[in-house]
C-alpha cells in the first residue's frame, strides 16, 4: 500500500507560477511510474504529465509542454509538478498518482494506469 499526499496548490494571476509536490509513503518498492493528471469542474480527469519512477522519461499532454515540467526527488520520494505561465484553463483539481505495472509512460496519457491516487490539490488561475 502508498499514500500520496498533494501540496502546493492556491490562487495565482494568468502567468504566474505554482509547484505542486507529491509525496509518497508506505510500501515503496516495485513502482514504476508516477503522474499528474487534473480535473475541471464539470469535466472528465485528465492526463497533465507523468515520468519514471526514478524521474525520467517525462511525458506530457501538449496542452503543458513547453510551461510544465516534471521532477522527482527520490531521497524524499517526492515527485514535483513546477507550472509556469499559467492560464485560466489549467484551473482544477491536480491529482498525483502511482503505478505498479511497469506501463510505459506514454500509456498514461490515456488516462489509465495509475493504481494509488492522492486526494487532490487545488489550483485556481485568475484572468
Known amino acids: 500500500q502508498v499514500q500520496l499526499v498533494e501540496s502546493g496548490g492556491g490562487l495565482v494571476q494568468a502567468g504566474g507560477s505554482l509547484r505542486l509536490s507529491c509525496a509518497a509513503s508506505g510500501r515503496l518498492f516495485g513502482y514504476y511510474g508516477m503522474g499528474w493528471f487534473r480535473q475541471a469542474p464539470g469535466k472528465e480527469r485528465e492526463f497533465v504529465a507523468a515520468?519514471?519512477?526514478?524521474?525520467?522519461?517525462?511525458y506530457f499532454t501538449d496542452s503543458v509542454k513547453g510551461r510544465f515540467t516534471i521532477s522527482k526527488d527520490n531521497a524524499k520520494n517526492t515527485m514535483y509538478l513546477q507550472m509556469n505561465s499559467l492560464k485560466p484553463e489549467d484551473t482544477a483539481v491536480y491529482y498525483c498518482?502511482?503505478?505498479?505495472?511497469?506501463?510505459?509512460?506514454?500509456?498514461?496519457?490515456?488516462?489509465?494506469?495509475?493504481?494509488?491516487w492522492g486526494k487532490g490539490t487545488l489550483v485556481t488561475v485568475s484572468s
Open positions: 515520468c519514471t519512477w526514478g524521474g525520467s522519461r517525462p
Open positions: 498518482g502511482a503505478d505498479t505495472s511497469g506501463y510505459r509512460v506514454s500509456y498514461y496519457s490515456s488516462g489509465n494506469g495509475m493504481d494509488y
